[in-house]
């Protein structure tokens, strides 16, 4: 026999006599111990390569964050903007449901509506300007009621 195929008979037999053990059940606490190791190894390098892949993608994921960001601030304004139209609007809606009842539980009077145009900035004089008047047969010492009742007398000038 030459030396090569006592080698490889040497070698057969080695790892023939292993997988017996294996088989065998031998080799359990020791296979454990070694998957054990293996899986910690497995892991550190997993949490290194996480690591590093963040480090490098993490510019780019800013610069789409702050994109992202502009944009939604932007939406947000105009939300808002939207909220406080609707709340003006509610509002309107109120008022002018109030001057409908007010209209309806005093059938016995004509009422014409108009929109307030104008204020007296002076503390000690009360009064409004309204966008009705004359052409709208509005006369000097008309009544000026709202949903709340009289209010006060309508004049050219006061």
């Not at 944009?71 to 809606?93: D, K, M, P």
């Not at 008022?95 to 503390?123: H, M, Q, W």
């Not at 966008?131 to 009621?145: K, L």
Request: with cysteine.
């Amino acid at each position: 026999m030459n030396s090569r195929s006592l080698q490889t008979t040497i070698i057969f037999l080695v790892v023939g006599g292993i997988l017996a053990l294996a088989l065998g059940g031998f080799f359990g606490s020791t296979s454990r111990q070694f998957n054990s190791v293996l899986i910690e190894l497995q892991m550190w390098i997993s949490s290194r390569y996480l690591g590093f892949q963040d480090f490098v993608t993490a510019p780019r994921d800013i610069v789409s964050l702050r994109a992202r960001n502009v944009e939604l601030e932007s939406q947000v304004s105009q939300l808002q903007a939207q909220v406080i139209e609707l709340q003006q609007r509610v509002n309107e809606t109120e008022i002018l449901a109030a001057l409908v009842d007010f209209s309806r539980s005093n059938p016995e009077s004509t009422y014409k509506a108009a929109a307030v145009i104008g204020r007296d900035p002076s503390p000690f004089l009360h009064y409004i300007i309204i966008n009705r008047g004359s052409n709208d047969d509005i006369r000097r010492g008309m009544p000026v009621v709202t949903n709340q009742g009289l209010v006060g007398r309508g004049c050219s000038y006061c």
